[in-house]
């Protein structure tokens, strides 16, 4: 089986500017979830889907949003850019919406100049 | 707040030594407890998870010992091998509502040959 990939690997913005990042789920994986990952701050969790409803939210920004389609794919959008929102942006896909393991994605790496 | 702390910070050992990873968690409703692997430029990796009803669990060389009274647990990494040297996390979550992880600081090992 493939595991989770996410599009772009990297990719370079400019402050004020939007992006949005990918990630496709391991196939009959159902539960995506996004995740932060900075020197300063660690792994954060950002939100997490399951069928196409957000089910879950972390303490980030009204800038910060998500959202996943019918084959269980998911987007997630920043708005308006900031320097500290250089990451690595993770994608995590699960079975369920609920407590089984997480299997992550190799991420986006985003720099914000 | 940090919910999950952990620690040391990095860990350097010879081969065939035993790294010692130790977390501690706050948060009482944590029922799942995982760890997760990750080498530079990829994605972590899920070793190995806890439930707090077993106090040890073993998988190959990883061994994670779980004290709920404590509310602490730990990775032992037996026979440690250079391609052992990556940083770990802990991270814990609640099952029943869903799949936000709460990760600690990471750990990174490096295993001498």
């Known amino acids: 089986k493939a595991g989770v990939t996410q599009t772009p690997r990297y990719l370079i913005k400019t402050r004020g500017q939007q992006v949005t990042l990918s990630c496709s789920p391991i196939?009959?994986?159902?539960?995506v979830s996004w995740y932060q990952q900075t020197p300063g701050q660690g792994l954060q969790f950002l939100f997490e889907y399951f069928s196409e409803t957000q089910r879950n939210k972390g303490n980030f920004p009204g800038r910060f949003s998500g959202r996943q389609f019918s084959n269980s794919r998911s987007e997630m959008n920043v708005s308006t850019l900031e320097l500290g929102d250089s990451a690595l942006y993770l994608c995590?896909?699960?079975?369920?919406?609920?407590?089984?393991?997480?299997?992550f994605g190799p991420g986006t790496r985003l720099t914000v100049t | 707040q940090q919910q999950v702390k952990q620690s040391p910070q990095s860990l350097i050992v010879q081969k065939g030594g035993i790294p010692i990873i130790n977390c501690a968690y706050e948060?009482?409703?944590?029922?799942?407890f995982p760890w997760y692997q990750q080498f530079p430029g990829k994605g972590p990796a899920l070793l190995i998870a806890i439930r707090p009803d077993v106090s040890e669990k073993k998988e190959g060389r990883f061994t994670i010992s779980f004290n709920k009274s404590a509310k602490q647990f730990s990775l032992h990494i037996m026979d440690s091998q250079p391609g052992d040297s990556a940083t770990y996390f802990c991270a814990a979550a609640i099952k029943a509502a869903g799949n936000k992880l709460t990760f600690g600081g990471g750990t990174r090992v490096l295993v001498k040959p």
């Open positions: 948060n009482t409703a944590f029922d799942y």
């Open positions: 196939s009959g994986h159902r539960s």
């Open positions: 995590a896909s699960r079975v369920g919406s609920r407590g089984h393991e997480q299997y």
